[in-house]
């Protein structure tokens, strides 16, 4: 599966669309990782621990995107975007999107 | 009284550590910014048609960024008067660029020569709960960076 964040994939025509296929993760923290980022509010500096939240739930949501672009038979998605949202309190929204085509 | 001296003893924490923490990301995101000036990343999405293009790849950059302290008061006490909010400023070009060498790193990793185009940044903060369960912000700032990473041969 080839992903990219233009039009098409360089080198290779596109043949068929298949529309648009997305997946999201909703994460949360749990008590340990607030703990530490509680300390963190008062010393500053990266939240590891959130970080490494984020970056599970990006390649979720990849992963998710692409299973789907699978089930229609495409063999890239191209056009890839990413977007965040709040969804309550301690939850947040992570999407990826894109256009599944099949190219060669 | 007690309270007083916590809270002039949080916002020392907050001014010396996470100055000195902030004074030493910068330092290191200097020093990677000029190792990594080979990398090309560009907004736009055009192919120079010069390229020749064996690998094409999505690549991402995450980070995750905290305020100290000393910032969020600042911050605080700058909400009274408005204006720039330079406390703030400098936490959130921290991490974009922490997540765009990130960013580099990955397409790096893919050899040669590497051009990354298309890049954007997606910026938000995880709102939640504080440790103590008291509902709050804990202020922090995350940005994803991606983009396409074309190995040229």
């Not at chain 2, 293009?53 to 991402?60: F, K, N, P, R, S």
């Not at chain 2, 703030?88 to 790096?108: F, P, T, V």
Request: proline share 1%; net charge positive.
């Amino acid at each position: 599966m080839i992903l990219t964040t233009i039009e098409s994939v360089p080198n290779l025509r596109t043949v068929e669309h298949m529309g648009l296929v997305s997946g999201s993760t909703v994460r949360s923290k749990h008590v340990g990782r607030d703990l530490m980022a509680g300390l963190k509010n008062i010393f500053g500096g990266e939240l590891k621990g959130y970080t490494e939240l984020l970056n599970e739930a990006r390649e979720e949501a990849v992963a998710r995107m692409v299973k789907q672009a699978e089930a229609l038979g495409a063999n890239a998605v191209v056009n890839v975007r990413f977007s965040t949202s709040a969804v309550a309190a301690g939850a947040a929204e992570l999407y990826a999107y894109g256009t599944a085509v099949r190219v060669e | 009284m007690a309270d007083i001296i916590v809270f002039i003893l949080l916002v020392a924490c907050g001014y010396f550590i996470g100055g000195h923490r902030e004074r030493s990301h910068y330092r290191s995101i200097f020093a990677r910014e000029r190792a990594t000036l080979e990398l090309t990343l560009l907004s736009g999405k055009a192919i120079d048609p010069a390229w020749q293009i064996a690998q094409a790849a999505l690549v991402t950059g995450v980070c995750v960024i905290s305020v100290d302290y000393f910032k969020s008061v600042a911050a605080g006490l700058r909400n009274l008067i408005g204006g720039r909010v330079s406390a703030y400023e400098s936490l959130i070009d921290r991490a974009r660029r922490e997540a765009l060498l990130r960013m580099k790193a990955q397409a790096a990793a893919l050899g040669g020569k590497v051009v990354v185009i298309n890049v954007r940044l997606e910026t938000s903060s995880i709102s939640g709960m504080k440790a103590d369960g008291r509902s709050g912000q804990v202020a922090s700032v995350e940005v994803i960076a991606y983009g396409t990473a074309l190995a040229l041969a």
